[in-house]
């Protein structure tokens, strides 16, 4: 039962924990974070990174500036904040 315990207690900390980071596959510094230090999400809830061509077309299909990171989606496509369509 003991064992048991220590199992959950661990799996609930795992959880908690991004495997990526861990790995070694994904520094928590190549993400594109906005001011408040949060990774900035594209409209599709993936990741934006750094040094990341996907980044750039995302900027370039949405006619962000390049380096943008706060803007708002609807529809599935990217806005600056007050220029969303009516």
Known sequence: MKNFIIIIL???VIGCVDLDII????????YLRNKSGNIVLNCQDIPLFKKDPNT???WKNNNL???TTEFT???GRAYLKG????
């Open 83 to 86: 220029k969303e369509p009516k």
């Open 56 to 58: 750039n077309i995302f």
């Open 10 to 12: 661990l799996l609930n």
């Open 73 to 75: 989606c609807i529809d």
């Open 65 to 67: 500036p390049k380096g």
């Open 23 to 30: 790995a070694g596959r994904v520094d928590s510094n190549d």
